[in-house]
């Protein structure tokens, strides 16, 4: 069993040898998978609530069920994405 100062050089070794390959840190993207996808959700509920709305415009309840149906579905896919 390796005492405590032996782990530490180890791990100061280690950091070593990924400082001379020259590892770097990975750059951040401006868009992330979840941003995008939550742009995408945020397009799909608002054209869900225009469906309804035209559906309750038309007085179609068909129309109004469908676009609730979409924005349910796209509430569960954030909430999925989330999890």
Sequence with gaps: ?????EAVEDIKKAKDVLDTVGIEPVDKKIFTHTSVSMIK???RIVAGLTLAIAGVVAVNPYLQGAGLLLVLAEVLG???ELV
């Design 1 to 5: 069993m390796s005492t405590h100062y």
């Design 41 to 43: 959700s945020a397009f």
């Design 78 to 80: 954030i909430v999925e």
